[in-house]
Every structure is written in structure tokens, then in C-alpha cells.
């Protein structure tokens, strides 16, 4: 089992920047694959960014393509998701996901455990 805590939401302003965070817990010795989705309100959730195990292969969403840039720090068992030129349709709960294998998925159903999630505001 993995749990996943998300941090560093909030509330911004049109154009500013945000670095969520999300820490695992749990077994983190084996080799998850990691990924950030959205969920605003009335919609669907929807993918977001990816990274392999290594750290090696990213993969995003057409509509954060060059704002937004995910990372990973496997010391920490830690991903990070730096948004930059936030706008107000990025406005949505974040989710931290992890799968239970060491590729990028862009698929929902793909990705086995979840954090709980955290607020991106973003104000026009």
C-alpha cells in the first residue's frame, strides 16, 4: 500500500505560479510511476502530467504543455507539479496519483492509489 498526501494549493492570481507537492508514504521502495489530475467542479477528472519511475519520461496534457512541469525527488518519495502562468480554467482540485508500474499513463483507470487532494484557485 501507498498513501500520497498533496500540499501547496491555494488560492492566486491569474498569471501567477503554485509548486504542489506529494509525499508517499508507505512502500515506496517499489517502482511507481506518478501523475497529477484535475477535477473541477461539475466535471470529469482529467489527466494532468506524468513521470516514469526514473524520472525519464514526462508526459502532459495539451492545455498545460509549457506552463506546467512535473518532477520527481525519489530520496523523498516526493513529485512535484510547478505551475507557471496559471490561468482561471486551471481551477480545480489536484490529485497525486501512483501506478503500480514504471511507465507514464495518461488514463484514470491506470493509476492505483490516490491522494486526497488539494484546491488550485486561481482569480481572473
Known amino acids: 500500500q501507498v498513501q500520497l498526501a498533496e500540499s501547496g494549493g491555494g488560492l492566486v492570481q491569474a498569471g501567477d505560479s503554485l509548486r504542489l507537492s506529494c509525499a508517499a508514504s508507505?512502500?515506496?521502495?517499489?517502482?511507481?510511476?506518478r501523475g497529477w489530475f484535475r477535477q473541477a467542479p461539475g466535471k470529469e477528472r482529467e489527466f494532468v502530467a506524468a513521470i516514469s519511475w526514473s524520472g525519464g519520461s514526462t508526459n502532459y496534457a495539451d492545455s498545460v504543455k509549457g506552463r506546467f512541469t512535473i518532477s520527481r525527488d525519489n530520496a523523498k518519495s516526493t513529485v512535484y507539479l510547478r505551475m507557471n502562468s496559471l490561468k482561471p480554467e486551471d481551477t480545480a482540485v489536484y490529485y497525486c496519483?501512483?501506478?503500480?508500474?514504471?511507465?507514464?499513463?495518461?488514463?484514470?483507470?491506470?493509476?492505483?492509489?490516490w491522494g486526497q487532494g488539494t484546491q488550485v484557485t486561481v482569480s481572473s
Open positions: 508507505g512502500r515506496t521502495s517499489s517502482m511507481y510511476a
Open positions: 496519483a501512483a501506478r503500480s508500474s514504471m511507465w507514464v499513463s495518461q488514463n484514470v483507470a491506470e493509476f492505483d492509489y
